[in-house]
């Protein structure tokens, strides 16, 4: 009986002898590389990215493993640093495209300051932001993202603190791009993502994520398909939403959409700019 | 050659770019600021690029990032940022990432005082991150060797794909001195071995002979994976003890194996010495005085100076001198001591701590020995 050998059309993108991935059963982050892959794929068909000057920086946590499933120049590196990296890096060679993939834990908690400069700076990096409202791979504690009053491993008797909303603050500061999009709507990942890859200075995509194994359990939405559709109820979609319409609200709705597009002078052009003069 | 009049700082700047700095990034911090300050008027004319980082944590990130982009990076802070870049030390250890890292030491712990000269960062310098590693440390005693040594640190980065140290302190520099620049091709100068073959499926931390992997730079269709975690040689992460123990070994066998080009020593007097002054970096300008002033009273006293503080090559420190008693000066409450003390363990070894947040004088170092004379 012949062998027949099923590709599938993201493979090439991927490091198969990594294959499977270590995520759990329901987890949102497959999901979310097959979108951002698929934009990828398209930009290099299209000619309009290199795959061999594409580089993807993770730090810690499962959303950063990312980039060692995909078949690129990749690095993994310590806990929050993935922007300060990225930073270097297209600053010694600037014709990387630099991709950092992370959770809300990496980018936001421990890596919050390098995020805000790096949006200040408007450096030319994409980040993607996956946001699942826990500390995962730890096995459940409480992160910057996660809604008052969820009880977590190290808040059992519910997290007294109030969660940051990514998208305005990254907002308030000098990014050119900053958009929503959950896994529950894979075409707008793709969507956003094709467009970040054809833009200059900082862009940040934050994608709403499932852990059924880690945040559904403390929410009481254990079950992935449950997850999935809970999730999908509360995410809306809105063509020019304000700033003040990202705040996430499990009880009101998740608002995704692209909440700022500028053209503004991008770190790398100024410094060129000012570099000729010297 | 071009000869100048400068500090200890601007010789750091000047070393790294005769070394052909093309990255840097730092946070401002006393007594280092002025390399970041300099650097970021002249480099931009070299085709490089200097900035800010919001912390030291960002800097020495960056250029460990900058230097897989195939430049040669540098920071420069003092203790509590050198504290900060604690970790990422231990990065660019376990990703082989050359960078020089300059710790213009001050009196510490903590915020300490700011503007004024210790040597107490040398176990640091030797043990910030976590985990086993052996990471090269220079510590100049003048404005030439500030310069000399940066370009070593360089070298020695460069050619064993390392961290390396530059371990200056608050007097060498705001010190100014006479300064030999060298132009290229007067001083040798490093740089890492890439790939060979562009196209080949490379195993990104497979080691050649010298235990050295090429280093496949970003951008260039390697597919490397720069990786944190303990990796076998494709770059995977690998928790197996033959993995985690091939990987470890080397890391520091590496070092070791080149210890006799990066290990370097000033000795004077030693010939008929009795008494052996051990000292390092601005401390040991007062203790060669000292030395000079025991000679004249008719003692015979020895000077060895340790150029590179780490490794120590103890076997060029055995032979340094006979003398059987040894003091060792050092501007702390005795670090290196211990391992001085190690190894001359056959001989009478005495920590003489000169703690001063000021250059110690001559007639302070005479007073700290005069208990073992």
């Not at chain 2, 195993?203 to 260039?220: N, W």
């Amino acid at each position: 009986m012949a062998v027949a050998t099923f590709l599938h059309p993201l493979d090439k993108h991927l490091r198969l002898d990594r294959i499977p991935t270590l995520y759990c059963p329901g987890c949102g982050l497959g999901i979310g590389l097959a979108a951002m892959l698929r934009a990828l794929d398209k930009r290099i068909e299209e000619g309009t990215i290199e795959p061999d000057k594409v580089l993807w920086i993770g730090g810690i946590g499962c959303s950063a493993r990312m980039v060692f499933y995909v078949n690129y120049d990749a690095a993994h590196v310590i806990h929050g640093r993935s922007i300060p990296f990225a930073t270097g890096v297209v600053l010694a060679n600037p014709n990387i495209k630099a991709i950092v993939v992370g959770g809300d834990g990496d980018i936001a908690g421990i890596g919050g300051n390098h995020l805000l400069h790096a949006a200040r700076r408007n450096i030319d990096l994409i980040v993607v932001m996956f946001t699942n409202f826990v500390y995962a791979m730890t096995g459940g504690q409480v992160a910057p993202t996660t809604p008052r009053g969820v009880k977590t491993t190290t808040t059992p008797y519910g997290n007294p603190e109030y969660p940051m909303n990514v998208i305005k603050l990254v907002s308030s500061l000098n990014a050119n791009y900053v958009a929503r999009t959950s896994i529950t709507t894979p075409h707008y990942i793709e969507q956003y993502f094709y467009k970040a890859l054809g833009m200059k200075g900082f862009r940040f995509i934050e994608v709403i994520s499932t852990c059924p194994e880690v945040y559904g359990r403390h929410i009481g939405l254990r079950n992935p398909v449950e997850m999935y559709i809970e999730l999908k109820k509360r995410v809306k979609y809105k063509p020019r939403p304000s700033i003040e319409e990202a705040e996430i609200d499990w009880n009101e709705g998740i608002v995704i959409g692209e909440f700022i597009e500028r053209n503004n002078p991008s770190y790398l052009e100024i410094i060129k700019g000012e570099l000729s003069e010297v | 050659m071009r000869r100048t009049f400068t500090s200890g700082n601007i010789a750091v700047a000047e070393g790294a770019l005769t070394a052909g700095l093309k990255f840097y990034a730092g946070y401002p911090i006393t007594p280092s600021s002025e390399i970041m300050e300099y650097l970021s008027e002249k480099l931009p004319s070299k085709g490089g690029v200097v900035v800010q980082m919001e912390d030291e944590i960002g800097s020495i990130n960056a250029i460990i990032g900058a230097s897989w982009a195939g430049a040669k990076a540098m920071t420069a802070t003092s203790g509590p940022g050198f504290s900060l870049m604690a970790e990422a030390m231990g990065l660019a250890v376990i990703t082989e990432t050359p960078i020089v890292v300059v710790n213009v030491m001050r009196a510490g712990p903590s915020t300490g005082v700011p503007t004024k000269t210790s040597q107490s960062d040398v176990l640091q310098a030797r043990w910030l991150a976590h985990g086993d590693y052996l990471i090269p440390c220079y510590a100049p005693w003048s404005v030439q060797e500030a310069y000399d040594l940066t370009i070593k640190a360089f070298n020695t980065a460069e050619l064993l794909r390392t961290p390396a140290v530059v371990l200056s302190d608050a007097v060498i520099a705001h010190l100014w001195e006479p300064l030999t620049l060298y132009e290229p091709g007067e001083v040798e100068i490093i740089n890492r071995k890439t790939p060979l073959d562009k196209q080949r499926s490379i195993l990104p931390y497979k080691p050649d002979p010298d235990l050295i992997p090429p280093m496949p730079i970003v951008g260039h269709g390697y597919k490397t994976i720069i990786e944190s975690l303990t990796h076998d040689e494709k770059g995977y992460y690998s928790p197996k003890n033959a993995d985690y123990r091939a990987l470890i070994k080397r890391l520091t066998l590496k070092i070791l194996k080149r210890i006799d080009y990066i290990y370097d020593q000033d000795t004077r007097f030693c010939e008929d010495a009795d008494l052996l002054l051990v000292s390092y970096g601005s401390t040991a300008r007062s203790v060669y005085l000292a030395a000079l002033e025991l000679r004249r009273k008719g003692i015979k006293a020895g000077f060895l100076r340790l150029k590179t503080l780490w490794p120590l090559h103890e076997e060029k420190i055995r032979n340094s001198c006979k003398a059987k008693k040894i003091i060792v000066i050092e501007n702390n409450m005795g670090k290196i001591y211990f391992d001085i003390d190690r190894i001359f363990k056959d001989r009478d070894v005495y920590s003489s701590p000169v703690l001063s947040l000021d250059l110690p004088t001559p007639r302070e170092i005479l007073e700290v020995i005069e208990p073992w004379l």
